[in-house]
Structures are given as structure tokens and as C-alpha cells.
């Protein structure tokens, strides 16, 4: 596989997980409950990893 192909799949795939997680705080967001607080922290945690992520490999 091409380096540039694999950045290219991997950009991808981050904006996707990303997009995920943000859509996760956000429907679960509206009905209150320890249930959606847990969904929405697991989400949260999702996004601080994707962030980890992309900072060690610029580090």
C-alpha cells in the first residue's frame, strides 16, 4: 500500500470514529439517565483518544 493512500485511509477513518463519538454525546445528550451519562463519557473518552492520537504522532 502506498504511503500516501494509507494517510489517506487513515484520515478517513479518524474523521468517521470522530464523527461517531460527537454524534454519541449528542443523541445520548437528551434523555437523563446513568445509562446515557456513561454513553456519553465512553464517547467523550473516544474523542480524548482520537486527540492523544493525532498529537503523538506530530509530537
Not at 454513553?39 to 503523538?56: D, F, I, K, T
Request: some cysteine.
Amino acid at each position: 500500500m502506498k504511503e500516501s493512500t494509507r494517510t489517506a485511509l487513515l484520515v478517513a477513518v479518524r474523521t468517521l470514529v470522530a464523527a461517531a463519538c460527537v454524534t454519541l454525546v449528542v443523541t445520548a445528550r437528551t434523555p437523563v439517565g446513568w445509562g446515557n451519562l456513561l454513553v456519553m463519557l465512553a464517547a467523550l473518552a473516544g474523542l480524548l483518544a482520537l486527540l492523544a492520537s493525532y498529537n503523538r504522532r506530530l509530537r
